[in-house]
């Protein structure tokens, strides 16, 4: 049976809340310890930023997202709680060490690195995601880099640059289908632009694991979700996550409907059977969310010890 997703002729506003969506307080002694670590080091988390409504759960387990060169974005994507300026902070140089120091002080073996969009910047902040990915190997050898980043315009210069850092996995979002592109994000984010930077990471080096992210309850149809995992699929996305999006203030967005668990479970198989060697897919999954990191770092550290048998 094809999973169902929402109806963008009959959206339904202003629905309640349903009682999936239910999460515990943040707190807890190694909640609290993450957070004197991040502050310490005046360091920002898209955690807190985009009001990740999983905090309590990955900063209880010992786990974060560091979002680079400040908390404000050049873009103004309407569903993301991120301050916007056309101008983002002046960057920290010592960020890279700051962030080293943060995972020894955390004891990680998996670390995610995002940023907020840099449209102000020649490079939109390549070098600087690449100078902290070489600091954070440099202290820590055998850890595992994912990056969850912004499309750079798309400059292939300012991609190789990060390439060149070898982050073992590269994640950018769609976020959403192609119809609802234009409303969603930010005007220079399109839905092509997205998969010509999937695919061009993925041919430069296929064994560099690529990941992206769709958010459901927008409106969107049930066959636009399935023709977004084609999409992603046909340029050789490995991983996706599918989450319900949840509006961050009255600003943003409206909720067009909540998607029960059991679709998003549906979804998941679909997704499976398409090719995905990974699908996390449930209401409150976001892009960085810890079941697709167990499995990356699992698949990653067979693969090592395999390579060192050889």
Known sequence: MTPSVSSPSAPQRREPKPPWLKVRLAAGDTYAHLKGVLRERQLVTVCEEARCPNIGECWGGGTATFMLMGDTCTRGCRFCAVK??????????DEPAKIAEAVAAMNLDYVVLTSVDRDDL??????????????????????IVEVLIPDFQGNQTA???LLEAQPEVIAHNLETVARLTRRVRDVRATYQQSLDVLAWYKQQDPSRYTKSALMLGLGESEAEVLGAMDDLRAVGTDILTIGQYLQPTRKHLQV???????????LRVAGEAKGFLFIASGPLVRSSYRAGEYFLKNTIETQRREQAHD
């Open 84 to 93: 916007t300026a056309r101008k983002g902070q002046p960057l920290d140089p």
């Open 122 to 143: 020649p490079d939109q902040g390549a070098q600087h995601f690449a100078d902290t990915i070489r600091a954070i190997k440099a202290a820590h050898p055998g850890i």
């Open 159 to 161: 991609m190789q640059t």
């Open 256 to 266: 067009e409907h909540f998607v029960p668990p059991e679709r998003f479970e549906a």
